[in-house]
């Protein structure tokens, strides 16, 4: 079945320093990603899904590039701001649109 | 933007009782689903919905789950009964109708937070 890997469980940055989230993923459909964000009791809103194959889409100063020969699409931030600070979740669509999450990973931005 | 509404939002019930989760989804979305996330892990697919079918359910969605929207009404999750492995968030999420190499996002609901004592 299709699987994604979210391999930091935690990241803590400094406001105003660059943050790259990494996620793989494995399908055998043609892949359709997504990076979900959730806040403290919100419910998870997308921030980015994935374009054609090396393509960068950007969303709120958010970017990430699909790149199907390493099954990837890592999120990044040039700059984290406070408001930055959540649970964020990469997912791959598989049969009938339903997603499979990776573990999630915290960001945490510090003044 | 559109949202998803989710009620109850906490729910405590005893073992072996029913419970009906209710969403209210996007109101032009006709694709449905159900994710649930226990606490401090990911989230995982149950079952989606469209046309007054289950599509498709994961190994999670056990003989004591069902999923219904009656016309015009909520899309609900039912288990009868519960056990306490059920305790969990459950979340409900609706988009656009997908098609052959086309994936739209889904939009999810804040979640009702179940516990079954």
């Known amino acids: 079945g299709d699987s994604v890997t979210q391999t930091e469980g935690l990241v803590t940055l400094t406001k105003g320093l660059p943050v790259m989230l990494n996620c793989t993923y494995q399908t055998t459909y043609s892949p359709f990603l997504f990076w979900y964000v959730q806040h403290l009791n919100e419910a998870p809103k997308l921030l980015l899904k994935s374009s054609t194959d090396n393509k960068r889409t950007e969303h709120q100063g958010f970017y990430a590039t699909l790149h199907k020969s390493s099954s990837s699409f890592h999120l990044q931030k040039s700059s984290v701001q406070l408001s930055d600070s959540a649970l964020y979740f990469c997912a791959v669509s598989g049969s009938f649109n339903k997603l499979t999450f990776g573990a999630g990973t915290r960001l945490a931005v510090c003044p | 933007g559109p949202k998803v509404l989710q009620i109850p939002s906490h729910q405590i019930i005893d073992m072996g009782q029913m419970v009906t989760l209710n969403c209210d989804p996007v109101s032009n979305h006709l694709y449905f689903y159900w994710y649930k996330q226990i606490l401090g892990q990911q989230m995982e697919f149950l079952v989606n919905f469209y046309n007054g079918k289950v599509m498709e359910k994961s190994k999670l969605f056990k003989d004591q789950f069902s999923v219904e929207r009656p016309d015009g009404s909520y899309f609900t999750l039912k288990i009868q009964p519960t056990a306490l492995e059920d305790s969990a968030v459950y979340f409900c999420?609706?988009?656009?109708?997908?098609?052959?190499?086309?994936?739209?996002?889904?939009?999810f609901g804040p979640g009702t937070r179940l516990t079954v004592l």
């Open positions: 999420a609706s988009s656009l109708v997908p098609g052959l190499g086309v994936r739209y996002e889904q939009y």
